[in-house]
């Protein structure tokens, strides 16, 4: 039985800088296109439906590129603002003469959004098809993990201030469910490695050193700034360890927002590195998952 064939278009209204058109190969055949521009940016999905039902071709298209986006905020690092996506045009149909004896469902065209605002490169679209290749493959339960992680990140990259705090304190705490032990650190030393943790660690140093002078206190009473603190002094060549204890100190400034309605000043920055450990954990236990 012949497939019919579909393209839909969208729309970036924040920007891409696309100095060349490029084009990226998705799972189960799909591809999309770039093309190239600057300002207000166009891309085309291809991508193949069992029957010519124009409303199927639209769900069926928007979540392919909904879900190449999502992904993208994984693998391209400088990119974090996910702004709507317009879909401008009902889907079309690439080959009505293999349906002639068919009728074909029609659908009103729609205005539809999802989003991005930085330079793109085709070895990022090729990371990411290789990242949805590979997170495919991966046992249903461990994918299901993963792409409710993935919803909480991409809900973060749409909000800002507190909530993009909060939807990522959740994105990141749906990760732990990848490991058996249910464990914080667990995950942690588990899928981040000495070299990456290192990168993370310095590049939000200041942040980590103003959560060791927080004095943020666990409800238990453990005073977790003076931990990371300590830490700190006696084991700079550990940076897992010390990102672990920045963690903790994380927890507890979630805490404070949520039972005492305090914003902190060190919240942006935590959610800053909330961001680049969810997005390197989610990196290698993807590729490694799969090896």
Same mark, same amino acid.
């Given at each position: ?91 079309? !149909? ?15 065209? !729609?205005?539809?959004?999802?989003? @991005? ?7 990022? !679209? ?6 949805? +290749? ?31 705090? @909060? ?6 705490? +749906? ?41 943020? @206190? ?55 590195? !909330? ?17």
């Amino acid at each position: 039985m012949k497939k019919a064939k579909f393209k839909l278009n969208f729309e970036t209204e924040a920007y891409f800088d696309i100095g060349r058109e490029m084009e990226v190969a998705l799972p189960n055949g799909s591809k999309i296109v770039f093309h190239k521009s600057k300002g207000r940016n166009l891309g085309t999905i291809f991508f193949e439906i069992d029957e010519p039902d124009e409303s199927i071709a639209r769900n069926i298209g928007q979540e392919k590129v909904e879900n190449f986006f999502t992904c993208l905020l994984v693998t391209k690092a400088n990119f974090e603002n996910l702004k709507p996506i317009i879909f401008p045009q009902k889907p079309e !149909l690439l080959n009505p003469e293999d349906f002639k004896e068919v009728p074909i469902k029609r659908y009103a065209n !729609l205005k539809m959004a999802y989003g @991005i605002t930085v330079k793109l490169e085709q070895r990022e !679209l090729d990371a990411t098809s290789e990242f949805l +290749a590979k997170l495919d493959k991966l046992p249903r339960e461990k994918r299901e993990i993963i792409s409710r992680s993935l919803r909480w990140f991409r809900k973060a990259s749409e909000a800002d201030g507190e909530d993009r705090f @909060i939807y990522r304190w959740i994105s990141f705490e +749906a990760l732990v469910g990848l490991v058996e032990e249910g464990k914080l650190p667990v995950l942690l030393n588990q899928y981040l490695t000495t070299p990456v943790a290192n990168e993370i660690l310095e590049k939000h140093k200041e942040t980590v050193n103003e959560l060791s002078r927080a004095n943020l @206190i666990s409800l238990s009473g453990v005073n977790r700034s003076e931990k990371l603190r300590e830490l700190l002094v006696r084991a700079r060549g550990d940076p897992k360890a010390i990102l672990i204890k920045a963690i903790f100190c994380i927890r507890e400034v979630r805490h404070i927002l949520f039972h005492k309605g305090e914003v902190l000043e060190l919240m942006k920055g935590s959610s800053s590195l !909330l961001r680049d450990i969810i997005r390197e954990c989610l990196k290698f236990y993807v590729q490694h998952a799969t090896c």
